[in-house]
């Protein structure tokens, strides 16, 4: 064996099975891991680009500025987190959905036919 070839751990989750990914993304397990490290991820992102925020603005603002006492640090940073996971909750930035698209893309490309093909049907309602 050489030192580079892949072994999977004994009990570990394989994200491509024997039959390859379009198995792995009908797994109802892996794609619940799939949408909670997605939406982790962007909470993450927004964390981080809130903590950003708040730096440059402090930066900006000088000696005079609301966040020149940084007494309440941590609990900005706290509140950061949390408005993050809401956020995340709710893909509002959308970076969970692109991982999503990435780690299962069979079931996406199927749910986007799905919706393509509703939109070709002529609607027999009247307006």
Request: glycine content about 8%; overall charge negative.
């Amino acid at each position: 064996m050489e030192p580079m070839d892949l072994v999977p751990l004994p009990g570990a989750a394989s994200p491509v099975g024997a039959e390859g990914p379009v198995a792995a993304a009908s797994d109802a397990g892996y794609r619940a891991q799939a949408q909670a490290a997605a939406e982790k991820f962007e909470s993450f992102f927004i964390a981080e680009m809130m903590k950003q925020m708040r730096r440059s603005t402090r930066e900006l603002s000088g000696d005079e500025g609301l966040f020149k006492d940084r007494v309440h640090d941590d609990m900005l940073g706290l509140a950061d987190g949390l408005v993050a996971d809401a956020l995340s909750g709710q893909h509002a930035f959308g970076v969970a959905d692109a991982i999503l698209r990435q780690l299962l893309p069979a079931e996406v490309n199927a749910k986007a036919a799905a919706v393509a093909i509703d939109k070709k049907k002529p609607s027999t309602e009247l307006p």
